[in-house]
Protein backbone atom coordinates (compact mmCIF):
# COMPACT_ATOMS: atom_id res chain seq x y z
CA UNK A 1 0.00 0.00 0.00
CA UNK A 2 1.32 3.41 -0.61
CA UNK A 3 3.01 5.33 2.00
CA UNK A 4 4.49 8.40 2.97
CA UNK A 5 6.75 9.24 5.53
CA UNK A 6 7.79 13.25 6.71
CA UNK A 7 10.64 14.07 8.41
CA UNK A 8 12.79 16.74 9.49
CA UNK A 9 10.19 19.04 11.35
CA UNK A 10 11.28 20.47 14.50
CA UNK A 11 11.68 24.28 16.26
CA UNK A 12 13.12 26.89 14.41
CA UNK A 13 13.74 30.62 15.09
CA UNK A 14 12.23 33.32 12.96
CA UNK A 15 14.80 33.94 9.71
CA UNK A 16 16.14 30.56 9.85
CA UNK A 17 15.90 27.50 7.89
CA UNK A 18 14.71 23.95 7.90
CA UNK A 19 14.09 21.50 5.06
CA UNK A 20 11.58 18.82 5.49
CA UNK A 21 11.62 15.09 3.64
CA UNK A 22 9.19 12.74 2.56
CA UNK A 23 10.03 9.12 1.54
CA UNK A 24 7.36 7.31 -0.58
CA UNK A 25 6.69 3.97 -0.72
CA UNK A 26 3.64 1.38 -2.22
CA UNK A 27 3.63 2.97 -6.17
CA UNK A 28 5.76 3.99 -8.50
CA UNK A 29 6.62 7.40 -7.85
CA UNK A 30 8.32 8.35 -10.68
CA UNK A 31 4.88 8.85 -12.45
CA UNK A 32 3.12 10.86 -10.25
CA UNK A 33 3.02 14.88 -9.25
CA UNK A 34 3.62 14.99 -5.16
CA UNK A 35 2.83 18.36 -3.19
CA UNK A 36 3.45 19.38 0.52
CA UNK A 37 0.07 20.79 2.02
CA UNK A 38 0.00 22.41 5.35
CA UNK A 39 -2.38 23.48 8.21
CA UNK A 40 -1.05 26.03 11.22
CA UNK A 41 -2.60 24.52 14.46
CA UNK A 42 -6.36 24.48 14.89
CA UNK A 43 -6.55 25.89 11.56
CA UNK A 44 -7.95 24.67 7.91
CA UNK A 45 -5.75 23.10 4.69
CA UNK A 46 -3.45 25.35 2.67
CA UNK A 47 -1.52 24.20 -0.36
CA UNK A 48 2.05 25.13 -0.66
CA UNK A 49 3.70 23.81 -3.16
CA UNK A 50 3.93 20.83 -6.33
CA UNK A 51 6.74 19.35 -8.15
CA UNK A 52 5.97 17.46 -11.68
CA UNK A 53 6.55 13.76 -11.88
CA UNK A 54 9.75 14.36 -13.69
CA UNK A 55 10.97 17.17 -11.59
CA UNK A 56 11.27 19.64 -14.26
CA UNK A 57 8.05 21.17 -13.24
CA UNK A 58 7.39 23.45 -9.98
CA UNK A 59 4.64 25.47 -8.85
CA UNK A 60 3.91 27.53 -5.49
CA UNK A 61 1.42 29.81 -3.37
CA UNK A 62 2.61 32.96 -3.74
CA UNK A 63 3.47 33.64 -0.55
CA UNK A 64 6.15 30.58 -0.35
CA UNK A 65 7.97 31.53 -3.79
CA UNK A 66 11.10 32.88 -2.96
CA UNK A 67 11.07 31.42 0.62
CA UNK A 68 10.52 27.81 -0.37
CA UNK A 69 11.94 25.28 -2.84
CA UNK A 70 10.47 22.25 -3.73
CA UNK A 71 12.81 18.76 -5.10
CA UNK A 72 12.64 15.28 -5.82
CA UNK A 73 14.76 12.56 -6.29
CA UNK A 74 13.34 9.72 -7.81
CA UNK A 75 16.14 7.80 -7.53
CA UNK A 76 15.51 8.03 -3.74
CA UNK A 77 11.35 8.00 -3.86
CA UNK A 78 11.88 11.33 -1.99
CA UNK A 79 10.70 14.67 -2.14
CA UNK A 80 12.08 17.67 -0.11
CA UNK A 81 10.54 20.96 1.01
CA UNK A 82 13.56 23.57 1.82
CA UNK A 83 12.13 26.75 3.76
CA UNK A 84 13.72 29.71 4.15
CA UNK A 85 13.35 32.82 6.01
CA UNK A 86 10.98 30.62 8.08
CA UNK A 87 8.50 33.45 10.07
CA UNK A 88 5.97 32.39 13.11
CA UNK A 89 2.84 32.17 10.39
CA UNK A 90 4.53 29.23 8.87
CA UNK A 91 3.91 27.26 12.07
CA UNK A 92 1.85 24.24 11.19
CA UNK A 93 2.00 21.00 9.99
CA UNK A 94 3.14 20.31 6.86
CA UNK A 95 2.18 16.93 4.83
CA UNK A 96 3.52 15.83 2.08
CA UNK A 97 0.90 14.40 -0.73
CA UNK A 98 0.50 11.61 -4.02
CA UNK A 99 -1.37 13.54 -6.49
CA UNK A 100 -4.37 11.52 -8.04
CA UNK A 101 -2.86 12.18 -11.63
CA UNK A 102 -1.99 10.23 -14.89
CA UNK A 103 0.25 9.27 -17.58
CA UNK A 104 -0.25 9.82 -21.29
CA UNK A 105 1.66 9.66 -24.18
CA UNK A 106 4.63 9.77 -22.27
CA UNK A 107 3.57 12.67 -19.80
CA UNK A 108 2.58 12.12 -16.44
CA UNK A 109 -0.27 15.31 -14.88
CA UNK A 110 -0.60 16.39 -12.06
CA UNK A 111 -4.27 17.18 -10.88
CA UNK A 112 -4.41 19.04 -7.71
CA UNK A 113 -6.14 16.05 -6.17
CA UNK A 114 -4.52 14.06 -3.34
CA UNK A 115 -5.53 10.67 -3.22
CA UNK A 116 -2.14 9.38 -0.43
CA UNK A 117 -0.77 11.65 2.56
CA UNK A 118 1.93 11.50 5.21
CA UNK A 119 1.25 11.76 8.76
CA UNK A 120 2.82 15.20 8.97
CA UNK A 121 5.74 17.22 9.99
CA UNK A 122 5.48 19.83 12.39
CA UNK A 123 7.37 22.98 12.20
CA UNK A 124 7.35 25.38 14.94
CA UNK A 125 9.16 28.70 14.23
CA UNK A 126 9.51 30.60 17.39
CA UNK A 127 12.03 32.84 19.03
CA UNK B 1 -7.52 32.59 -6.22
CA UNK B 2 -10.81 30.75 -6.08
CA UNK B 3 -12.16 31.40 -2.43
CA UNK B 4 -14.16 28.12 -1.42
CA UNK B 5 -16.91 28.46 1.47
CA UNK B 6 -18.36 25.87 3.40
CA UNK B 7 -21.87 26.08 5.86
CA UNK B 8 -22.32 25.14 8.10
CA UNK B 9 -19.33 25.50 9.92
CA UNK B 10 -20.64 23.41 13.09
CA UNK B 11 -23.17 20.74 12.34
CA UNK B 12 -24.21 18.61 15.31
CA UNK B 13 -26.38 15.51 14.42
CA UNK B 14 -26.89 12.22 15.85
CA UNK B 15 -25.87 8.05 14.64
CA UNK B 16 -28.35 7.37 11.88
CA UNK B 17 -29.20 10.69 10.59
CA UNK B 18 -28.65 12.47 6.83
CA UNK B 19 -26.14 15.25 6.86
CA UNK B 20 -25.55 17.53 4.21
CA UNK B 21 -22.36 20.18 3.52
CA UNK B 22 -22.40 22.81 1.31
CA UNK B 23 -19.91 24.39 -0.37
CA UNK B 24 -19.34 27.31 -3.02
CA UNK B 25 -16.83 28.81 -5.40
CA UNK B 26 -16.85 32.06 -6.26
CA UNK B 27 -16.76 31.08 -9.81
CA UNK B 28 -17.86 28.43 -11.96
CA UNK B 29 -15.31 25.22 -11.41
CA UNK B 30 -17.25 22.65 -13.34
CA UNK B 31 -17.42 19.61 -11.67
CA UNK B 32 -12.84 20.09 -10.12
CA UNK B 33 -13.92 19.54 -6.53
CA UNK B 34 -12.59 17.15 -4.01
CA UNK B 35 -14.15 16.04 -0.62
CA UNK B 36 -11.71 15.31 2.12
CA UNK B 37 -12.70 14.11 5.74
CA UNK B 38 -10.20 14.91 8.52
CA UNK B 39 -10.34 13.21 11.81
CA UNK B 40 -7.85 15.11 15.18
CA UNK B 41 -4.15 14.09 14.52
CA UNK B 42 -4.57 12.54 11.52
CA UNK B 43 -3.95 13.33 8.14
CA UNK B 44 -6.54 14.45 5.56
CA UNK B 45 -8.31 11.23 3.24
CA UNK B 46 -9.88 11.53 0.11
CA UNK B 47 -13.76 10.96 0.17
CA UNK B 48 -14.62 11.95 -3.02
CA UNK B 49 -12.94 13.84 -6.37
CA UNK B 50 -14.63 15.18 -9.25
CA UNK B 51 -17.35 16.23 -7.11
CA UNK B 52 -19.59 12.92 -7.64
CA UNK B 53 -16.76 10.04 -7.54
CA UNK B 54 -16.41 8.11 -5.05
CA UNK B 55 -12.64 7.37 -3.99
CA UNK B 56 -11.54 3.67 -3.85
CA UNK B 57 -12.51 2.16 0.07
CA UNK B 58 -14.61 5.03 0.34
CA UNK B 59 -18.25 3.68 2.40
CA UNK B 60 -21.23 4.03 -0.60
CA UNK B 61 -23.18 6.54 1.94
CA UNK B 62 -21.00 9.01 0.95
CA UNK B 63 -21.88 11.26 -1.79
CA UNK B 64 -21.33 14.83 -3.60
CA UNK B 65 -23.29 16.42 -6.09
CA UNK B 66 -23.32 20.04 -7.98
CA UNK B 67 -21.17 21.41 -10.47
CA UNK B 68 -20.26 24.97 -11.29
CA UNK B 69 -20.12 27.23 -8.08
CA UNK B 70 -22.57 25.03 -5.47
CA UNK B 71 -21.70 21.80 -4.27
CA UNK B 72 -23.34 19.41 -1.49
CA UNK B 73 -21.22 16.49 0.31
CA UNK B 74 -24.36 13.94 1.72
CA UNK B 75 -23.39 11.71 4.13
CA UNK B 76 -26.32 9.01 4.92
CA UNK B 77 -26.67 6.95 7.94
CA UNK B 78 -24.30 9.00 9.61
CA UNK B 79 -22.09 6.47 11.62
CA UNK B 80 -20.01 6.90 14.75
CA UNK B 81 -16.90 7.11 12.31
CA UNK B 82 -18.25 9.87 10.46
CA UNK B 83 -17.87 12.70 13.49
CA UNK B 84 -14.76 14.50 11.91
CA UNK B 85 -14.19 17.67 10.00
CA UNK B 86 -14.88 17.92 6.05
CA UNK B 87 -12.79 20.29 4.37
CA UNK B 88 -14.33 20.79 0.08
CA UNK B 89 -11.71 21.82 -2.32
CA UNK B 90 -11.35 23.11 -5.95
CA UNK B 91 -8.73 21.55 -8.42
CA UNK B 92 -9.82 23.44 -10.98
CA UNK B 93 -6.63 25.76 -11.30
CA UNK B 94 -3.62 26.91 -9.06
CA UNK B 95 -3.50 27.88 -6.81
CA UNK B 96 -6.00 24.46 -5.15
CA UNK B 97 -7.96 25.93 -2.51
CA UNK B 98 -10.20 24.76 0.09
CA UNK B 99 -13.12 25.43 2.21
CA UNK B 100 -12.54 26.35 5.65
CA UNK B 101 -13.66 23.27 7.18
CA UNK B 102 -16.80 21.90 8.57
CA UNK B 103 -16.91 19.83 11.88
CA UNK B 104 -19.62 17.27 12.34
CA UNK B 105 -20.16 16.49 16.06
CA UNK B 106 -22.16 14.40 18.52
CA UNK B 107 -25.28 16.05 19.40
Known amino acids: QVQLVESGGGVVQPGRSLKLSCVAS????????MHWVRQAPGRGLEWVAV????????YYLDSMKGRFAISRDNSKNTIYLEMNSLRVEDTAVYYCAKDRGHCSGGTCYSVGIWDSWGQGALVTVSS | DIQMTQSPSTLSASVGDRVAISCRAN??????LAWYQQKPGKAPNLLIY???TLQNGVPSRFSGSGSGTEFTLTIITLQPDDFATYYCQQCHSRPWTFGQGTKVEIK
Open chain 1, 26 to 33: GFTFKNYG
Open chain 1, 51 to 58: ISFDGNKE
Open chain 2, 50 to 52: RAS
Open chain 2, 27 to 32: QSIGTW
